[in-house]
């Protein structure tokens, strides 16, 4: 039977995640979150000492044997490192630092590429990151560029993180969510950018279930084809 993939776009904090969750849970999908497959290789990075900027030295933590994985429970993804359990670990603003690091090294890519495409090819999915439709999975039957305003994209975050007790501001998370914005856009290893038969999602003004709604409503027609 054939499978259907379809890649999720777009820059941090535009409900990514969130929203290809829902949506896979709605239409029985399993949902692929690469973002944190690429945090979980940044924590291993970070525990093995390696300061942010120091590409060199993350060949040697992937030779290492680390093992990156998912696993679901009752419908929740769970992201392994080494069999641990790291969740929650990977959520912290240091760790989508070391995420963008990590992510614009070739090595980190090819490591973690076959797995995700393993996925495709044995699942109806729904996969979101930054080059799902330009690189990962270029023949997705459904390709979504998801996206928002900085200033949307921040708020958000900033109320998550608040939520979780972190301490910040607004002014910080604006400042940092558009400088990974530059970082994703301009690195060498796939940087972030719509493909040319993407569908544009623009969540600014949406609520969350209305952005949900939307996504759903570009991945429908290829169910019924």
Do not use: W
């Amino acid at each position: 039977m054939k499978t259907i993939a379809v890649a999720i776009d777009g820059p941090s904090g535009a409900g990514k995640s969130t929203i290809a969750r829902a949506a896979a849970g709605h239409l029985g999908f399993v949902y692929v979150d690469t973002g944190a497959m690429y945090r979980t290789i940044g924590l291993a990075v970070c525990r093995a000492g390696v300061p942010l900027g120091e590409t060199e030295r993350i060949q040697p933590v992937l030779d290492s044997g680390i093992q990156v994985s998912l696993k679901y429970e009752n419908g929740v993804q769970h992201v392994l490192l080494d069999g641990e359990d790291v969740s929650d670990l990977i959520r912290t603003p240091e760790m989508s630092k070391y995420a963008s690091f990590v992510s614009a090294v070739p090595a980190v890519r090819a490591f973690l590429l076959q797995t995700q495409r393993e996925m495709a090819q044995t699942n109806n999915v729904i996969m979101d990151g930054r080059d799902i439709g330009t690189v990962i999975l270029p023949h997705a039957q459904v390709k979504i560029f998801l996206t928002a305003s900085a200033e949307a994209r921040a708020k958000r975050r900033f109320i998550e993180l608040q939520e979780k007790g972190e301490d910040v501001t607004l002014e910080s998370v604006i400042a940092d969510m558009k400088q990974r914005d530059h970082d994703d856009e301009t690195r060498a290893a796939a940087p972030l950018k719509q493909a040319d038969d993407a569908v544009l999602v623009d969540t600014s003004e949406l609520t969350l279930e209305q952005s949900i709604e939307a996504v759903e409503a570009v991945i429908r027609p290829a169910l019924e084809g």
